[in-house]
């Protein structure tokens, strides 16, 4: 049985009278690539603000490792690595400078943490851009950074929350090339959320959020099939990028229709 | 990629002992200092401000206002002199807000995110935040102190080094409350108003311009206010240890202050009890 890099358990959150997620469950398995597939205002980023303890978990349970997010935070925070969906750099500090400061937000410094700097903007290919200024760089060039950034203090999970919006197609495919990577060869666990489709694999496990609730969960070549398009939707081939979008669309239509 | 280029990924990472504590600590301060640096029209306000009292408001009124002989001085001081602790806490005072706003604008752009999501307790987090405030505010205050020297404001030499703790202390006092200032703001636009209704009243209602006696003949309520106003005893503190003098009733305030401000900060940033789970989504991000 694969050890869970991340189980989130029945948890529900509100901000006042709007319920943002109402008894999500999902797991991560370690090593693993996960995606989570949401339509803006799903609910994706309050469940990643509940993951990262910006916000307490009032009803049900966040677990890193095995360790309570609540109860054990520091253990659990020291396993994860996070890339916000806003940009989260200090524009007027160097690339090496952003850098070290996160490193020092867990305890790194001296030389460990510089070669550990050194090595993962190689990592990210942005090795030349060490002393440039954050503000000098593209979207995805600092997304790049972001990525390196979350792994400065080595997890073991990496959450991505829409990583590659805002980006060009050729700097789409450079983070998700590396972050595929890392899962392959590093066996690092991740749970992307994103609403864009051609980032999903059909051999990926996916799980879509809709409204707060999680609505569909398994492969995405499963998922697709299990969720034909809509009434009068075009018929597309099941497993491709497309027939897993018009499964979305039906998916979150019927939600829409049974609200 | 070849292995051995990822080889390093692999070692587990674990610093979060005492030296962690430290090194966290350094780089919370580090970041706010090369932030100061960078930001040279930020440290020239600074001092503007203060100078502009000290030449241009104190010479005006030094003919008009006599200060007699309260302690810590013992003899008749220049307007000049008797002002010059008021303004060099005037400094730690827009430092604190400038660092509470830094704050707000940490939550919006995102960085604050990165900051609560480091391994370390969020009270150390919230007092390296402090401490490094406090950093950047001594540095101010010094500069102003020497430019002030130029001025006919002399100052026992060893004052300088004896007022450091209470510089540190102040510093403190007046960046806990804009932390929990900052923790109430949810808008960067809210915050104009704010300063105007933190750091005037604070700032005027005090001992800082005029001694406390005086205050009391013009009126009693006034008096009372000022009592009641912590910067009053952030100003004393400072102007007493700057000539060798502890006063422990000031002490004692600015102290009781920082302790209580600093401690609903960490209330109001816990995402457990405080106000950012209440709050709806981050700024500017979809759900």
């Known amino acids: 049985m694969n050890e869970a890099a991340l189980e989130v358990e029945a948890v529900s959150h509100a901000f006042g ?15 693993r690539f996960v995606a989570l597939l949401g339509p803006n205002g799903a609910g994706k980023t309050t469940l990643f603000s509940l993951a990262t ?32 969906q806003s940009r989260t750099l200090d524009l007027d500090l160097s690339v090496r400078q952003n850098l070290a400061y996160h490193a020092a937000l ?31 760089l593209s979207g995805g060039q600092a997304r790049r950074v972001e990525i390196a950034r979350a792994l400065i203090h080595r997890p073991r999970l990496l959450l991505l929350d829409e990583a590659t919006v805002g980006l060009d197609l050729a700097s789409r495919g450079a983070i998700v090339d590396v972050v595929r990577r890392l899962v392959a060869e590093e066996h690092l666990a991740v749970l992307w959320a994103t609403h864009i489709f051609d980032e999903v694999q059909e051999d990926d496990e996916i799980y879509v959020l809709d409204k707060g609730r999680i609505i569909a969960h398994g492969t995405a070549r499963s998922v697709a099939g299990a969720h034909p398009a809509a009434p009068g939707a075009e018929a597309r081939p099941s497993g491709s990028t497309a027939a897993l979008e018009a499964a979305f669309r039906a998916m979150t239509t019927r939600a829409e229709d049974a609200a | ?67 007699s002989i309260i302690p810590p001085y013992e003899t008749y001081v220049l307007y000049e002199v008797y002002v010059t602790p008021g303004l060099a ?66 100052i026992p030499p060893m004052g300088y080094l004896s007022a450091l703790p209470a510089f540190v202390l102040t510093g403190l006092m007046l960046g806990a409350i804009g932390l929990v200032i900052s923790s109430a703001i949810r808008q960067l636009e809210n915050f ?6 933190v750091i005037f009243p ?18 009693e309520t006034l008096y009372i206010v000022c009592l009641i106003n912590p910067f009053t005893h952030a100003v004393e ?32 940033y816990d995402p457990g009890r405080g106000i950012m789970g209440r709050r709806g989504g981050p700024k500017g991000e979809a759900s």
């Open chain 2, 89 to 154: 806490v005037m400094i730690q005072l827009f430092n604190g807000m400038q660092s509470s706003l830094s704050m707000v604008y940490d939550r919006e752009v995102g960085s604050m995110r990165v900051l609560l999501t480091s391994p370390f307790p969020r009270w150390f987090l919230l007092l390296s935040k402090l401490v490094a405030g406090v950093a950047v505010s001594l540095a101010q205050v010094y500069v102003f102190l020497a430019i002030a020297r130029l001025w006919e404001v002399d």
């Open chain 2, 202 to 219: 604070m700032f005027f209602a005090s001992s800082a311009l005029y001694p406390l006696w005086r205050i009391r003949d013009a009126s």
């Open chain 2, 1 to 67: 990629m070849t292995d051995s280029a990822l080889a390093p990924l692999r070692a587990p990472a674990r610093h979060l002992g005492p030296g962690g504590y430290m090194v966290c600590l350094s780089g919370i301060v580090g970041r706010e200092l090369l932030r100061f640096v960078q930001q040279k029209e930020r440290f020239l306000s600074a001092l503007v401000r203060p100078l502009v009292w000290l030449f241009i408001f104190a010479a005006g009124f030094r003919s008009v206002l006599g200060v």
């Open chain 2, 237 to 268: 503190l400072v102007r007493n240890a700057l000539y060798g003098v502890f006063e422990p009733q000031a002490f004692a305030v600015v102290l009781a202050t920082t302790l209580v401000f600093f401690a609903l900060a960490v209330v109001a």
């Open chain 2, 192 to 197: 104009a108003s704010v300063m105007n209704f």
């Open chain 1, 17 to 31: 009278a709007r319920k943002a997620l109402d008894g999500v469950s999902l797991t991560v398995p370690a090593g």
């Open chain 1, 106 to 136: 867990h305890g790194m410094a001296g030389r460990a943490a510089k070669a550990r700097i050194v090595h993962l903007l190689a990592l990210v290919g942005l090795g030349e851009r060490i002393d440039d200024k954050v503000r000098t």
């Open chain 1, 53 to 84: 303890r910006l916000y307490a978990t009032r009803a049900g349970s966040v677990r890193i490792f095995g360790r309570d997010l609540s109860r054990a935070p520091a253990a659990a925070l020291a396993d994860l690595g996070v890339v916000f």
